[in-house]
């Protein structure tokens, strides 16, 4: 009987230690699987997409507000643009100006010191020089980091006759503007050259 008892006894031994020995491989593994893959929300994570005014300004209806914008800037100093879009030597912004920068233009660049550009020949020159096809014309729009502004310089380049030799010059128009959203307002227009 003393037999049989410690047989009996081995026997529940062993299969307590095997038992003991699931339950903590048991445990293991599920801790693992907690500790791998964490229960989340999906209402717990919320990214918010980059604001880019650049991208809003590809839109037709801000490219419009940008023209509205300049064309109030020049009623308040007293004067129109439609006197600019008449003079044949000044090059103005337009919105076939502005749709083709935007479709053609690496707006990637917009943030670095040269900015985007896109090449031009809008066929004007400042009297008495001419137009040539070998100084060609340029728009191009840059962010101006100290107060958050941007800057689209319309540059018309010309061909000067001087001492027998021939030069590309330029004049520019600057017009400096911020965006808040939806809404554009003119910082500054000047001509330079």
Known sequence: MKKNTLLLFLIILLSACNDTEKKTSD???????????????????HIEPKYNPIDELKQPHMQQALLDAIDSWY?????????????????????????????????????????????????????????????????????IKEDDSYLFQVT???????????ECYGSDKLIRFRMNGQEISIIDITYAG
């Open 27 to 45: 445990t293991t593994d599920s801790a693992t699987a907690v500790s791998v893959q964490p229960e989340v929300s999906t209402a717990e994570i």
């Open 156 to 166: 018309n380049y010309y061909m000067v006759d001087e001492d027998g030799r021939s």
């Open 75 to 143: 009623k308040q100093k007293g004067d129109s643009t439609s006197k600019y879009k008449e003079d044949n030597q000044v090059v103005t912004l337009t919105d076939s100006y502005l749709k083709d920068f935007f479709a053609d233009a690496d707006l990637s660049k917009v943030n670095s010191e040269s900015g985007a550009s896109r090449k031009y020949d809008f066929k004007k020159s400042l009297a008495p020089y001419r137009d040539s096809s070998e100084c060609m014309d340029e728009i191009s729009l840059r962010h």
